[in-house]
Structure formats: structure tokens, C-alpha cells
Nanobody, 116 residues
Framework: QVQLVESGGGLVQPGGSLRLSCVPS????????MGWYRQAPGNQRELVAS???????NYGDSVRGRCSITRDISENSVNLAMNSLKLEDSAVYYC??????????WGQGTQVTVSS
């Protein structure tokens, strides 16, 4: 089973930026799709951004235009960059890997807090 190691996050000021990284335990080019999701207290988990093996990206409505998901083959990672952060971007951010056999694997989550 794929394991995911997330890094980044922490405390960010409003208007600031963040970068999250997710490294899978297998070659990233063997994973059908990778993505970042987030969940704030009392809310459902929602899509932030996803990236398919073929390079197709998909962004959540609340972050579109402020967010970029990229794949770094040399580092075997998927990275999420977000700018113009708002208070409502505070959440636990989760990395997800979807393999060709239909299995989804989630990371442990990393907290992002936007506060002055």
C-alpha cells in the first residue's frame, strides 16, 4: 500500500503564501492521480487541487486562481503552492493518492493556520 509523507504548512499571515509537499512511497509516475484536500472543523473535506498522471489539473472553486499544483519527478513529490491566503483557508490539508486499481490512500494531514 502506498504511504504518503506530507510536509509544509504551519502558521501563515493573511495575504501570505504556503507550500505543501507530498512524497509517496512508490514512484510518483505509477500513481494515477494525486491531490490535496482540506477539512476545517465542522466542514466536509473538500478538494483543493488534483493532478492526474497525464498532467490534467483540477482546482476547488474557493482556491482557483490562488493555487498551483505541480509534480516534481526528480524529488518524487507533488507540491501545492497557494498565495493570497485568507482566514478561511485555515484547515487540515491532506494529500491523497489514487492508484489505477481504484484504491485511495490519504496522508496524515498537515495543519495550516492563517492568522495575524
Amino acid at each position: 500500500q502506498v504511504q504518503l509523507v506530507e510536509s509544509g504548512g504551519g502558521l501563515v499571515q493573511p495575504g501570505g503564501s504556503l507550500r505543501l509537499s507530498c512524497v509517496p512511497s512508490v514512484r510518483i509516475l505509477t500513481i494515477t492521480e494525486m491531490g490535496w484536500y482540506r477539512q476545517a472543523p465542522g466542514n466536509q473535506r473538500e478538494l483543493v487541487a488534483s493532478l492526474s498522471l497525464l498532467g490534467r489539473t483540477n482546482y476547488g472553486d474557493s482556491v482557483r486562481g490562488r493555487c498551483s499544483i505541480t509534480r516534481d519527478i526528480s524529488e518524487n513529490s507533488v507540491n501545492l503552492a497557494m498565495n493570497s491566503l485568507k482566514l478561511e483557508d485555515s484547515a487540515v490539508y491532506y494529500c491523497k493518492a489514487s492508484t489505477g486499481n481504484g484504491i485511495d490512500t490519504w496522508g496524515q494531514g498537515t495543519q495550516v493556520t492563517v492568522s495575524s
